[in-house]
């Protein structure tokens, strides 16, 4: 089981990037749950996420501004960010949820870094 974050770096308020997250080995992007971030000292949490039949949910503090999607032909997830904010900097994870031999497990990504200079 593998996932590969990427896009992350350094960009100034009100810019852009998109993230990517790549499924691989035995996973594929149907398995990605979604985008979470966490600070240094606080608690990993919910950035974007897929519910039930590919609806999406957003933070309320990224509505508007953050949208997640999915490519299954590439076995991707991306998180176009926009408008970003000095609070939006944090290392930004994906994760997956897959059954092996019955049990369910879930695998976080190894993250990647975003920043956001004021």
């Known amino acids: 089981v593998q996932l590969q974050a990427s896009g992350g770096g350094l960009v100034e308020a009100g810019g852009s990037l998109r993230l990517s997250c790549a499924a691989s080995?035995?996973?594929?992007?149907?398995?990605?749950t979604g985008w979470y971030r966490q600070l240094p000292g606080e608690e990993r949490e919910s950035v974007a996420t897929?519910?039930?039949?590919?609806?999406?949910i957003a933070a309320d503090s990224v509505k508007g501004r953050f949208t997640i999607s999915r490519d299954n032909a590439k076995n991707t997830v991306y998180l176009q960010m926009t408008r970003l904010r000095p609070e939006d900097t944090a290392n930004y994870y994906c994760?997956?949820?897959?059954?092996?031999?019955?049990?369910?497990?879930?695998?976080w990504g190894p993250g990647t870094k975003v920043t956001v200079s004021s």
């Open positions: 994760k997956a949820l897959y059954y092996y031999r019955g049990v369910l497990y879930d695998y």
């Open positions: 080995r035995g996973i594929s992007s149907q398995n990605i």
């Open positions: 897929f519910g039930t039949g590919d609806k999406t």
